[in-house]
């Protein structure tokens, strides 16, 4: 069964720093998005991407954050000067035309 | 923010019983109603969704009951199996005139079946 791939499943970064989030969504899904979840709270919409540019995105997505689809295949999240409550587990999700999201493993993003 | 409600953090349900999992929410706009499994380590996998046109949808063990009247929908399990204990979370839709269809998520129920 196809699957979305996220790495790294585990990142440490210094607060201030730059990551980078990686994805590889399904190859014929159409929609793309980041979603996160710090410990203990709800999972949160960030961004959503469709024809090569942001459909929507949260308050949360501010100008820290960007998302990019490089090469046709991978879709990555950068934020720029990680803060320390940017630490929370980022799930990367991708569905074709219907209601059929799916979602990767998530990246555990910690900010020390 | 409290679009999306679970207001169980826990339920503990003997095998071969039946699992009700419940969620609330207070958005009129939501349209499309769907449910997700978590295990620890993994994302969320989906399971079952209802459009706001309808009352019940049923796969399987797993049905889903919406009442729009009382913006209140539940999941049941029938017969619940120890392999269905997870983390199972709400989420809700908004309708948009675009096709985005981010997801509004409930905290989530942590449902242990005992065998």
């Known amino acids: 069964e196809p699957e979305v791939t996220q790495t790294p499943s585990h990142q440490v970064t210094q607060m201030g720093q730059e990551v980078i989030l990686r994805c590889v969504p399904i190859s014929n899904h159409l929609y793309f998005y980041w979603y996160r979840q710090i410990l203990g709270q709800k999972v949160e919409f960030l961004v959503s991407?469709?024809?090569?540019?942001?459909?929507?995105k949260s308050e949360i997505f501010d100008d820290q954050f960007s998302v990019e689809r490089p090469d046709g295949s991978n879709f990555t999240l950068k934020i720029r000067s990680t803060k320390l409550e940017d630490s929370a587990m980022y799930f990367c999700a991708s569905r074709r035309d219907s209601w059929g999201y799916t979602f990767g493993s998530g990246t555990r993003l910690t900010v020390v | 923010d409290q679009q999306v409600k679970q207001n169980s953090p826990s339920l503990s349900v003997q095998e071969g019983r039946i699992s009700i999992l419940n969620c609330d929410y207070t958005n009129s706009m939501f349209d499309y109603f769907l449910w997700y499994k978590k295990y620890p380590a993994e994302g969320p996998t989906f399971l079952i969704s209802i459009s706001s046109i309808k009352d019940k949808n049923e796969d399987g063990r797993f049905t889903v009951f919406l009442n729009k009247s009382a913006k209140h929908l539940s999941l049941h399990i029938v017969p619940s199996q120890p392999g269905d204990s997870a983390v199972y979370f709400c989420a809700a839709s908004p309708y948009n005139a675009g096709n985005n269809r981010k997801l509004i998520w409930g905290l989530g129920t942590s449902l242990a079946v005992n065998p």
């Open positions: 991407f469709y024809n090569n540019e942001i459909s929507e």
